[in-house]
């Protein structure tokens, strides 16, 4: 069975940074990309990031452009998001989605973990 | 502002058809796939349509996408209870340096 598991979300100061995990399993996590895509409270979604199946490739939404870093482990199959310079409107839930194979969209998405932002 | 524009909301009655528009531009819809995602509430989202008009395995045939110039469309048919969910467009935008772009959400109410 396919899994994404978020962890790392919390509470955390402006200007601070916070370290986000994505552990998979049930699948070659090696073989897939990644992408991480975000929804502040009450709102729609809005991608962050994207990493190819081998880390070669990234992309980063502007809004994020600078401050976060996207990187995956493929020995660990785990998939990481690292958050500076936070702001308040970075607060939002923050999902871990797989991209199938041949644009066939992202077909798994973990549960998600809340990041806040706040004094 | 979101890239890709959908109506805020929508409503039907159960067994009825209804209609969720999605319009974007000729370096997002016009040039490249439309996905559909729905979130019920307090959950993930869940694809529900990729490649413009393909269906995942699993997902209802009620379900349907179509995609015509610089807007798409999601369809449902026999309208169910469960089927109320916020609705949410996706496109690849090939205008700034790789960027996945969303519709703002249509919350679609069964009355």
């Known amino acids: 069975e396919v899994q994404l598991v978020e962890s790392g979300g919390g509470l955390v100061q402006p200007g601070g940074s916070l370290r986000l995990s994505c552990a998979a399993s049930?699948?070659?996590?090696?073989?897939?990309?990644m992408n991480w895509v975000r929804q502040a409270p009450g709102k729609g979604l809005e991608w962050v990031s994207y990493i190819s199946s081998s880390g070669s490739t990234i992309y980063y939404a502007d809004s994020v452009k600078g401050r976060f870093t996207i990187s995956r482990d493929n020995a660990k199959n785990s998939l990481y998001l690292q958050m500076n310079s936070l702001r308040a409107e970075d607060t939002a839930v923050y999902y871990c989605?797989?991209?199938?194979?041949?644009?066939?969209?992202?077909?798994?998405w973990g549960q998600g973990t809340l990041v806040t932002v706040s004094s | 502002q979101s890239v890709l524009t959908q109506p805020p909301s929508a409503s039907g009655t159960p067994g009825q058809r209804v209609t969720i528009s999605c319009s974007g531009s000729s370096s997002n819809i016009g040039s490249n796939y439309v996905y559909w995602y729905q979130q019920l509430p307090g959950t993930a989202p869940k694809l529900l349509i990729y490649?413009?008009?393909q269906r995942p395995s699993g997902v209802p045939d009620r379900f349907s996408g179509s995609k015509s110039g610089t807007s798409a469309s999601l369809a449902i048919s026999g309208l169910r209870s469960e089927d109320e969910a916020d609705y949410y467009c996706?496109?690849?935008?090939?205008?700034?340096?790789?960027?996945?772009?969303f519709g703002g959400g249509t919350k679609l109410t069964v009355l």
């Open positions: 490649r413009n008009n």
């Open positions: 996706a496109a690849w935008d090939d205008s700034l340096s790789g960027n996945w772009v």
């Open positions: 989605a797989r991209e199938a194979a041949a644009a066939e969209g992202w077909d798994y």
């Open positions: 049930g699948f070659t996590f090696s073989s897939y990309e």
